[in-house]
């Protein structure tokens, strides 16, 4: 076998070295996938994403070629064992990156639905935390992958021969050895920058050019998990989110998005019988109202303790998470603020200390607040977000009483809702407003035991973990009704956002983002006991709805709607990575900026769909304007 080659044949062998290795890293997530994916795809659309995909993979390898090239050039020039040591640590850093990439992308996917962008940055800004969330099989499947990947690529690499030493008789003379690998170097450079922005065109190529079809999970598999990741953190350092902006008319979108957020502010309909009830917030991670019987009754509830509740309470059916985080959640619940795409104002303290929250308009009222969570609250900056708005008391998982057993993730529901009623039990002495984030829900959902499993197959665990923090939830209730405060309190059960399901997938079906919304306690009004209230609303109408019932001005909560006002228009505007979706009684569509997109459920297309389309982009112009210059006012 021979040790050497031309530098011509280096960059050819690698070429095609990158583009079969990105096939095979395809291969490997559409065999994750495959078993969904079969049920409601044909074939041929299947083998689509391995056509549309070339083309950002020559550019992602152009990216990656042009290094590699300089490493070989000056290995040629410089012969040593240390530039040729160059060379390999060039290759094997870019192949360690790539295979870290996908393979994280893999484990990512099952829990966020989409590619994994450079946000994972934030994540590992708690390595404690991610720690924890990681399940043993996930762990296992990570570094499964990456070394079957590696242990591909390196062989890949070493039947190719690309590694190989430069043949220095490339030339038959010394002005010819100098010369001509600098001019095919040169020349690669070239192919390689053509490569890398997808030809001469004006515009250079982006992800959108391997997405081809409706199912977002082949568009997914088909655009290059490398490419997507470093378009991402281009994307997060350096937004192009405005170019995704619509362009409308000012005094009309004014007009328009100021008489979506219109409604009487003064009306009867109040079911909060008491004038300064005592709050209990209970934010519940990731509950999807697809799997609650009182809100979807032709689907098996999993939370049979919240449905008996609900036949006691206000139950608004048809709300929805602004995003898909936790973080964006919480300040959606206090602050009643929207959510724009790639942003949680959590992360911008000059913007979220210009917004009011609930707390603090009760805490004019002498009551006293407190938040309670059973795992990190620095995820996010969630912790810096209530301290700046003033809760009189934050406490975490770095609080809890010693000697309980803890899951990976968080304290157990159970824990957490017992540490709660002690915290009450000091405050009770004066109007209080209690939250608590609740966490068994989130994987890895290792909830203790809770008998025979209700559920199998898709979602299993997340769903008899909804069935352990619902019993946790009614345990909870039932311990509240004996204390002296009960009936003096009003408790609000939100979610932070929803969840996959087996009805809703992925953030790109709007089912996906469908939470419940309770109030109950023994103040709600005989009247309002058991209604349901179907017209549709987001978290962000929490604020302006509560304040209401509480006789407080809610009016500075510019973005809530009062869902109980008889003419409030029902919409919920809610946002994505990359794209943002509107729902209002004709139905709704979602909108993704890197596959240009759009699609609705519901919508007429001659009658309905063009209205509900110009005041989803109405909404995502004015958030997106108030999000810009809210750190001016």
């Known amino acids: 076998m021979k040790h050497s080659t031309t530098l011509f044949k280096s960059i050819v062998f690698l070429s095609l070295f990158w583009l079969l290795f990105f096939e095979i890293q395809r291969v490997i997530f559409l065999l994750f996938h495959y078993k969904e994916i079969a049920k409601q795809t044909e074939l041929d659309e299947i083998l689509g994403i391995f056509t549309h995909s070339i083309r950002v993979d020559l550019s992602t390898s152009g990216y990656l070629m042009a290094l590699f090239v300089l490493a070989k050039l ?24 790539i295979c870290l990439v996908h393979s994280g992308e893999l484990v990512a996917y099952y829990e966020w639905g989409h590619k994994l962008t450079s946000r994972v940055f934030m994540h590992l800004s708690t390595p404690d935390e991610v720690f924890r969330t990681a399940e043993y099989s996930a762990a296992f499947l990570f570094f499964g992958v990456l070394l079957f990947e590696l242990a591909i690529g390196s062989y890949l690499a070493y039947m190719f021969k690309f590694l190989s030493r430069i043949n220095l008789q490339e030339g038959t003379s010394k002005i010819s050895r100098i010369f001509k690998p600098a001019a095919i170097a040169l020349g690669s450079l070239c192919v390689f920058f053509l490569f890398a922005r997808g030809g001469w065109q004006q515009i250079p190529i982006n992800i959108d050019a391997s997405y081809y079809s409706s199912d977002q999970v082949l568009n997914d598999i088909s655009v290059n998990s490398a490419y997507f990741f470093g378009n991402s953190f281009v994307v997060y350092n350096k937004s192009d989110l405005a170019q995704h902006i ?11 998005i100021d008489s979506l957020f219109l409604f009487e502010r003064d009306h009867d309909r109040q079911f909060i019988t008491v004038k300064k009830p005592n709050l209990v917030f209970l934010i519940m991670e990731g509950w999807s109202a697809n799997v609650m019987g009182s809100i979807n009754p032709t689907q098996q509830s999993a939370t049979p303790n919240f449905d008996q509740l609900s036949k006691s309470g206000v139950l608004f059916s048809n709300i929805y998470a602004t995003n898909t985080t936790s973080e964006i959640g919480n300040t959606s619940i206090f602050a009643g603020y929207p959510s724009i795409p790639e942003n949680a104002i959590s992360l911008f303290p000059d913007k979220h200390r210009k917004l009011p929250t609930i707390n603090q308009v009760v805490e004019k009222q002498g009551y006293s607040t ?17 301290m700046e708005h003033g809760f009189d008391e ?15 993730l968080n304290y157990y529901d159970k824990d957490l809702y017992a540490f709660l009623l002690k915290k009450i039990d000091k405050s009770a002495k004066h109007p209080f407003l209690h ?63 929803g969840h996959a399901t087996p009805s809703a997938t992925t953030p790109y079906d709007t089912k996906f983002f469908n939470i419940p919304l309770l109030f109950f306690g023994e103040p709600i009004a005989k009247e309002y006991k058991g209604k349901v209230m179907r017209n549709i609303g987001s ?67 001659e009658t309905e769909y063009e209205n509900t389309l110009h005041q989803g982009e109405g909404c995502l112009y004015r958030f997106y304007k108030h999000f810009e210059q809210l750190d001016r006012k």
């Open 370 to 386: 407190h938040y309670l969570f059973s795992g990190d609250l620095k995820y996010g900056n969630i912790k810096g977000f209530l």
């Open 74 to 97: 000056l290995a040629n020039y410089v012969p040593s064992k240390i530039t040729q040591a160059l060379v390999y640590l060039v290759f094997y850093a870019e192949l360690l990156l």
């Open 435 to 497: 939250c608590a984030f609740t966490g068994s829900t989130h994987s890895p959902y290792d909830y203790p035991q809770i008998g025979k499993k209700k559920f199998y197959g898709e979602e299993m665990d997340y769903l008899n973990s909804m069935v352990y923090a619902d019993k946790c939830l009614g345990d909870f209730i039932q311990k509240c009704k004996n204390k002296s405060w009960y009936k003096n309190t009003i408790f609000v059960i939100i979610s932070d956002h």
């Open 246 to 256: 619509p362009q409308v008319v000012e005094k009309e979108n004014k007009t328009l």
């Open 394 to 408: 934050l406490a975490d998982e770095n609080d809890f009483p010693a000697g309980l057993k803890r899951g990976k």
């Open 539 to 605: 978290q962000g109408d929490i604020a302006a709805t509560l304040l209401k019932q509480l006789g407080l001005d809610n009016s500075k909560f510019i973005y809530s709607k009062d869902l109980m006002s008889p003419n409030v228009k029902e919409f919920a505007f809610h946002a994505t990575i990359r794209g943002y979706g509107f729902v209002n009684p004709m139905g709704s569509y979602l909108s993704n900026f890197d596959s240009k997109m759009t699609t609705s459920t519901d919508l007429d297309p």
